[in-house]
Each structure stands twice: as structure tokens, then as C-alpha cells.
T-cell receptor, first 112, second 115 residues
Framework: GNSVTQMEGPVTLSEEAFLTINCTYTATGYPSLFWYVQYPGEGLQLLLKATKADDKGSNKGFEATYRKETTSFHLEKGSVQVSDSAVYFCALGTGTASKLTFGTGTRLQVTL | DVKVTQSSRYLVKRTGEKVFLECVQDMDHENMFWYRQDPGLGLRLIYFSYDVKMKEKGDIPEGYSVSREKKERFSLILESASTNQTSMYLC??????????????FGSGTRLTVV
């Protein structure tokens, strides 16, 4: 079956630090990959996506590259801000079912 | 933009009450989902629906039921609320067949406390 593994948090960084949140997956078929962000007290918002191998998704300074050879989709940002403090979820979808599979989420805390 | 609206942001209910959580989407999506989110457990799928009057159990359906009488509305029902159902509840929707490339659109969530 499909599964997503994310690094455990919380991740605590100082403002302007480099961010990496690891995500690896197991999937049947050729999945699409997503990163969602959840700000405090809110629902999830789609941050970026990649639908085929070697695609790079990007948005708001965040990037992630779909690496089929390592089954990974790591989220990166060059310089984080306090406003990036949130929970980040990695997810995948395949053509075999109507449901996305989510990781357990990684909390990011950015301090001044 | 697709909007998914959950009727309440915060709810407080008593043990044993019947609780209705409502979700409405405005973009003609076929698929709708209910998740609960708990610290350390991530998102767990309760039920989903891929068409009017159609429903399918997710990973944790016990103690819940759902209703989808109209395409735009998907209701989650707690038949007899218990304290272990205190949680954040998230509704989501997607186009049939497009969830793979477009993902889901989520509502803002309902934080339910059962006392």
C-alpha cells in the first residue's frame, strides 16, 4: 500500500536559517506528491505539488523536487521567516484510489 | 477559487449528545472527505463520499456516520458524542479523477470539545 514518512518535529530554526523537512514515500504506480501547510488554528492549504519524476514544485520561496530514485520529496526554503511557523504535511496520490495518503506532519517553529 | 466551508470553527458539546458537523463546497466537486486531526497522529480519514448518497468508510469510522443528500454538502454525525471524540475535524473536497494532480481543498476546520 501507499505510505508517507516525514521527519519528526518540532523543527526549531532562527529566522533566515535554511530549512529542510524530509519526506519519503512508498507507492504503487506513479504518484503525484504534495506539500500542505497548516497555520495555527486553520485548515490545510496546498503549498506546492509535483506530478511526475524530476518535477520541481515551488511556491512562496519553498521548493521540493520529486526524486523517483530515492522516493523522496523533501521540502526546502533558503531563508525562513517567523511567519513560516506552521505544520507541514507531505502527501501522495495515485491512480489506484480516490484518497490522498498523508504523512503525520512536521511542526516548524521559527524564532527571531 | 474553490471554497470549502465548515459551519462552525469551535463547538462544545456534552457527552451523549448527537452532533452534526456540516461542510459545504461551491465548486461542484464529486469527492468529499472527513478527517480528524490529533497531536502525534496526523490526519485520519473517517469517511469519504464520491457521489450523492454514496459513502465509504475510512480508517476510523466507529462512532461516526455521514450524510450526503446534495452534491455540495457532506455532514459528519457523531451519534452519541464521547470525550475521546474531542478533536479537530477537517473537511476536504476534490474533483473526481483530479485529486491526483490537483490534490484536495480543505475547510478551515472545526475544533470540537466534548465535555
Amino acid at each position: 500500500g501507499n505510505s508517507v514518512t516525514q521527519m519528526e518535529g518540532p523543527v526549531t530554526l532562527s529566522e533566515e536559517a535554511f530549512l529542510t523537512i524530509n519526506c519519503t514515500y512508498t507507492a504503487t504506480g506513479y504518484p503525484s506528491l504534495f506539500w500542505y501547510v497548516q497555520y495555527p488554528g486553520e485548515g490545510l492549504q496546498l503549498l506546492l505539488k509535483a506530478t511526475k519524476a524530476d518535477d520541481k514544485g515551488s511556491n512562496k520561496g519553498f521548493e521540493a523536487t520529486y526524486r523517483k530514485e530515492t522516493t523522496s520529496f523533501h521540502l526546502e526554503k533558503g531563508s525562513v521567516q517567523v511567519s513560516d511557523s506552521a505544520v507541514y504535511f507531505c502527501a501522495l496520490g495515485t491512480g489506484t484510489a480516490s484518497k490522498l495518503t498523508f504523512g503525520t506532519g512536521t511542526r516548524l517553529q521559527v524564532t527571531l | 477559487d474553490v471554497k470549502v466551508t465548515q459551519s462552525s470553527r469551535y463547538l462544545v458539546k456534552r457527552t451523549g449528545e448527537k452532533v452534526f458537523l456540516e461542510c459545504v463546497q461551491d465548486m461542484d466537486h464529486e469527492n468529499m472527505f472527513w478527517y480528524r486531526q490529533d497531536p502525534g497522529l496526523g490526519l485520519r480519514l473517517i469517511y469519504f463520499s464520491y457521489d450523492v448518497k454514496m459513502k465509504e468508510k475510512g480508517d476510523i469510522p466507529e462512532g461516526y456516520s455521514v450524510s450526503r443528500e446534495k452534491k455540495e454538502r457532506f455532514s459528519l454525525i457523531l451519534e452519541s458524542a464521547s470525550t475521546n471524540q474531542t478533536s479537530m475535524y477537517l473537511c476536504a473536497s476534490s474533483l473526481q479523477g483530479m485529486y491526483v494532480t490537483e490534490g484536495y481543498t480543505f475547510g478551515s476546520g472545526t475544533r470540537l470539545t466534548v465535555v
